[in-house]
């Protein structure tokens, strides 16, 4: 099975509980079990809240990009009893200097903001694997893939 959906948002912080909502109901076709909903929404609001929040600085005029995809996982033999569900959410703002600092828990680049520091914490904590790219002035691309049994 491949399916997908994507989803442009203006980047406001008002949108980031209608991105969870959306990539939530558009898995739910897999009958995830309620705890694996609530870490793929968890995932999703920290990657948006950080896209708006550090990608763009809080510029309502620009876009967050949110592509989510499912697959039948029947090509991994160890992992056939499974589906693959990757998400991505990709701003074009700052982009990230120093990735590896960034996922450091508690470090923060709006500490103006009294931000927490632990939103890369956060996706690790709930998805099965995550990935950052970023290139400065470029923007940041995060991938997020969670496993949801069949």
């Known amino acids: 099975m491949q399916n997908s959906m994507s989803l442009t948002l203006s980047s406001r912080s ?3 509980s209608f ?3 959306a990539v939530a109901a558009f898995i739910a076709q897999l009958d995830p079990t309620l705890e694996e909903i609530s870490d793929v929404k968890t995932a999703v609001s920290e ?3 950080n896209a708006i929040i550090h990608g763009y600085n809080e510029d309502k005029n620009t876009n967050v990009v949110i ?15 499974k589906y693959k569900v990757t998400i991505s959410i990709i701003d074009y703002g700052c982009g990230i200097d ?3 600092q960034a996922r450091e828990p508690l470090y923060t680049s709006r500490p103006d903001l ?6 890369f914490s956060v996706m690790e904590s709930f ?3 995550l990935y950052v790219d970023s290139s400065r002035d470029k923007g940041t691309h995060i991938k997020m893939v969670k496993y949801i049994k069949k």
Do not use: K, L
């Not at 009294?114 to 939103?119: N, Y």
């Open 14 to 16: 008002s949108n980031e």
């Open 19 to 21: 991105a969870r909502v």
């Open 47 to 49: 990657a948006v809240t």
């Open 67 to 81: 592509n989510v995809g499912i697959e039948d996982n029947e090509e991994d033999n160890n992992d056939n009893d």
């Open 98 to 100: 120093n990735i590896d």
């Open 114 to 119: 009294e931000r927490s520091g632990m939103g």
């Open 127 to 129: 998805m099965d694997e």
